[in-house]
């Protein structure tokens, strides 16, 4: 997203927590469970637009632990409000939120409008719904101008963590050797909307531009793609013999059946549209992924995971 917002004449500073990339004046330290940190933070940049993407995102580990979720998404987010409010700054603050806060749809209530009911099912939902209500809540008594943005699936080359850099990462370690040619799958025949991270981040620079304070919008596809059919476009990219087996202890306590969003909001404001198809995104995922062989070797043993 730097690369980008460069490219707009913007000067970017960015945040890490535990990370290799250390060596540059413009990425700063920061753990936004302390308000003491995120504050040093925001009094030396002095940020015009602040693009909250900070989060622990991991459906999956937000099971395992909740309190960290909790702590990262919630006390984070109020850390940021806080530290801007205290500031007297005017930032402009772009709140990356999920369309995991929606939950279980029905079918019939899909294509998901922004005004659908919010009925989240893991604690990582649980934390995006309460950091969306936290900037309304914000906008509202404060003024603070920030725009949510409930982010449906978003993949890509470079994006790491979700299902399909998941699923390429194994089938790069079998084509290399570096794994055994079976791959443990959980629940992959759930539908899901899928963006390119490259679309993504125009779909945010746009809100950034035209959003209206205290507003939320859908960034999606618009289409669900079964996680199953998504494997198999993967597959058929490789020359490698590989079987897929679902492993019980892989499912979660619930999992959304289809998860499908509605963007006209924001179309009709901006004039976004996704542009890359899917499988040149999917194509683009495994190049990434072959390209990296010495990532792959520091993650091993490489583990089987399930869907997103």
Known sequence: ????????????????????????????????????????????????????????????????????????????????FESIKKSGSDSRVIVACSSAEYGRVSESETPIKEDCPLRSLSPYAVSKATQDLLAYQYFENFGLDTVRVRIFGTTGPGKDGDVCSDFAKRIVAIEKGLMDPCMNVGNIETRRDLTDVRDMIRALWLISEKGAEGDVYNACSGQALRISGLLEIMLSYSHTDMTV?????????????????????LKALTGWTPEIPIEQTLKDILEYWRSRQTELLENQPLKNLGSS
């Open 245 to 265: 087996k679902v492993d019980k202890s892989l499912l979660r306590p619930s999992d959304e059946p289809i998860i499908l969003g509605d963007y006209g909001k």
């Open 1 to 80: 997203m730097s690369k980008f917002l460069e490219g707009k004449g913007f000067d970017v500073y960015g945040t890490f927590y535990n990370s290799k990339s250390k060596n540059n004046s413009r990425l700063l330290q920061c753990d936004i469970r302390s308000f003491t940190n995120i504050h040093q933070v925001i009094q030396k940049v002095k940020p015009v637009v602040v693009y909250h993407l900070a989060a622990q995102s991991q459906p999956v580990l937000s099971w395992r632990n909740p309190w960290l979720t909790m702590e990262v998404n919630v006390l984070g987010t109020i850390n940021l």
